[in-house]
């Protein structure tokens, strides 16, 4: 079956202190896997789309990256305003396979 | 560019009555997609369009609830009769095709009594 699966659950972390989120998949024939932020009460907004093994991409203070079977969203540096629960999708055929989220919280 | 419009923001009813959530999409996007986010799954697809005919439908939980997409600038998603379990956040979301990146709206807070 397929599946995105996104480690950890929550994350607390201080202002500047530099962390890493997973994003796992099991999908065949993948055709690109998206990042998005979700802030409380708003729809999800999108960050990157990574298309193939080695590709990275970044904005800000995020950095994102693909492997064969995972991506990691790296956040250096981080503010209190990147507090919000990212989001992976990978795409299969035409549609988007959401894994649950990460809700990360950065203290000052 | 005003983004993907949904209404209502917020429908609170009660069970057995008939929901109706609209969507406005993104001028010049002609991929329109239907999803529900809740704590226990998530978010998932639950229908999409391209050129407003509907493409997969695999996703939507039972004949209660309908789609359609009478043009370029307007769906609706339909539940009837209401249920309890209906209870979600639901959002609208398009692209310029279906393998590009989604925008997606406010969303509609839907709480059934």
């Known amino acids: 079956e397929d599946q995105v699966t996104q480690s950890p659950e929550a994350l607390r972390l201080q202002e500047g202190e530099s962390s890493s989120l997973n994003c796992s998949y099991t999908?065949?024939?993948?055709?690109?896997l998206f990042w998005y932020r979700q802030d409380p009460g708003k729809g999800p907004e999108f960050l990157f789309t990574?298309?193939?093994a080695g590709e990275e991409k970044e904005k800000e203070r995020l950095k994102a990256t693909l492997t064969k079977k995972e991506s990691f969203l790296h956040i250096t540096a981080p503010k209190p305003e990147d507090s919000a629960t990212y989001l992976c999708?990978?795409?299969?055929?035409?549609?988007?396979?959401f894994g649950t989220g990460t809700r990360l919280q950065v203290f000052p | 560019d005003a983004g993907v419009i949904q209404s209502p923001r917020h429908e609170v009813t009660e069970m057995g009555q008939e929901v109706t959530l609209r969507c406005k999409p993104i001028?010049?996007?002609?991929?329109l997609f239907w999803y529900r986010q809740t704590m226990m799954r998530g978010l998932e697809l639950l229908i999409y369009?391209?050129?407003?005919?509907?493409?997969?439908d695999s996703g939507m939980p039972e004949d209660r609830f309908s789609a359609k997409m009478p043009n370029a600038s307007f769906s609706t998603l339909k539940i009837q009769p209401s249920e309890p379990r209906d209870s979600a956040v639901y959002f609208c979301?398009?692209?310029?095709?279906?393998?590009?990146?989604?925008?997606f709206g406010p969303g509609t807070r839907l709480t059934v009594l």
């Open positions: 999908v065949s024939g993948l055709r690109g």
């Open positions: 369009f391209n050129n407003n005919v509907p493409i997969d």
């Open positions: 990574l298309y193939s």
């Open positions: 979301a398009s692209s310029l095709g279906p393998a590009n990146e989604q925008f």
């Open positions: 999708a990978v795409r299969y055929t035409d549609k988007l396979i």
């Open positions: 001028s010049g996007h002609n991929s």
